[in-house]
Nanobody, 125 residues
Framework: QVRLVESGGGLVQTGGSLRLSCIVRDEIISEFFMGWFRQAPGQEREFVASISKSSAMKYYSDSVKGRFTISRDNAENTVFLQMNNVQPEDTAIYYC??????????????????WGQGTQVTVSS
């Protein structure tokens, strides 16, 4: 398993912005496809965005497309999620994940074994 540490969550007003970060510890991030998932209270964990090893491919869920941007800095061993125009329905715990295989909107949570501890994002209306 890969050790992942998220940060950047917090309380933000509707329409505001937030930037999440996820650092990969003890591994080389360029060997991994990276992704962000989220889990709202009482809901299942769901795909948000993913990015390929070279950043050539990026995937987004329909609910965040056009508002969120995933990026990575392999030199810093970090992946980011820029969240713009956030909405109350974006309130959730956001989790970073890493895989040596592709991560796409169709990837099942059970197919992924490496997760961070999560960071809480709360959007006030």
């Amino acid at each position: 398993q890969v050790r992942l540490v998220e940060s950047g969550g917090g309380l933000v007003q509707t329409g505001g912005s937030l930037r999440l970060s996820c650092i990969v510890r003890d591994e080389i991030i360029s060997e991994f496809f990276m992704g962000w998932f989220r889990q709202a209270p009482g809901q299942e964990r769901e795909f948000v965005a993913s990015i390929s090893k070279s950043s050539a491919m990026k995937y987004y869920s329909d609910s965040v497309k056009g508002r969120f941007t995933i990026s990575r800095d392999n030199a810093e061993n970090t992946v980011f999620l820029q969240m713009n125009n956030v909405q109350p329905e974006d309130t959730a715990i956001y989790y970073c994940t890493a895989s040596r295989k592709y991560i796409t909107p169709g990837t099942a949570v059970t197919d992924l074994s490496s997760w961070g501890q999560g960071t809480q994002v709360t959007v006030s209306s």
